[in-house]
């Protein structure tokens, strides 16, 4: 079974331009979560869809969405890019909603480099 | 905020020798989980521990939990130059939005052959 996968690998923007970054969850998994790495702090979760609908959101301003469509994959999009939204961006899915007794399959994630 | 809160922060240890890092939360859990995460790439589930469990083991891994003192250790054994990663424990945290899964800031381990 193939597993999460996320595209594009690396991207280089620079500010004021808007990105998409997109995941492909394992087959019949429903959830898809993103999260935003960076060495300051840390995984910071940003989303999760669940059946096309955000089930949850963590605190990002309104620049970072994201939807799910009925195949179960789900795009990020990052409007009006700063330098501070330098990243790694992952994404994990899962076979039902996210809690602490489900496990999460991550994609090797997308580096995003704002100059 | 960050419900786990690992230590060391950082880890250097030869080859053959055993690792422990430590992972403490803020709020009542039901479940905790370990991940690790090798340099640059995605996480990779280890182990779930549940609340009534004290200890798991899986294969060179030891994870234990301690609820009362909001607390869990993870052991790898005999170490290799392989399991130089970050380990992140994960808990559940509740949201206005919902339940989320909150990762801890995570140990940097190195194995040293």
């Known amino acids: 079974k193939a597993g999460v996968t996320q595209t594009p690998r690396y991207l280089i923007k620079t500010r004021g331009q808007q990105v998409t970054l997109s995941c492909s969850p394992i087959s019949g998994h429903r959830s898809v979560s993103w999260y935003q790495q960076t060495p300051g702090q840390g995984l910071q979760f940003l989303f999760e869809?669940?059946?096309?609908?955000?089930?949850n959101k963590g605190n990002f301003p309104g620049r970072f969405s994201g939807r799910q469509f009925s195949n179960s994959r789900s795009e990020m999009n990052v409007s009006t890019l700063e330098l501070g939204d330098s990243a790694l961006y992952l994404c994990?899915?899962?076979?039902?909603?996210?809690?602490?007794?489900?496990?999460?399959?991550f994609g090797a994630g997308t580096r995003l480099s704002v100059l | 905020s960050q419900q786990g809160e690992e230590d060391p922060q950082a880890l250097s240890i030869q080859e053959g020798e055993n690792a422990t890092m430590n992972c403490s939360y803020k709020t009542s859990i039901n479940n905790l989980q370990w991940y690790r995460q090798n340099s640059g790439r995605g996480l990779v589930h280890l182990i779930l521990i549940r609340s009534n469990e004290r200890e798991k083991h899986s294969g060179r891994l030891r994870v234990t939990l301690d609820t009362s003192k909001k607390s869990s250790s993870l052991l790898i054994t005999a170490s290799r130059a392989a399991d130089t990663a970050s380990y992140f424990c994960?808990?559940?945290?509740?949201?206005?939005?919902?339940?989320?899964?909150?990762f801890g800031a995570g140990t940097i381990l190195r194995v040293k052959s």
């Open positions: 994990a899915s899962s076979l039902v909603v996210v809690s602490a007794k489900n496990i999460q399959y």
């Open positions: 869809y669940f059946s096309e609908t955000q089930r």
């Open positions: 994960a808990t559940d945290a509740i949201s206005e939005y919902g339940n989320k899964l909150v």
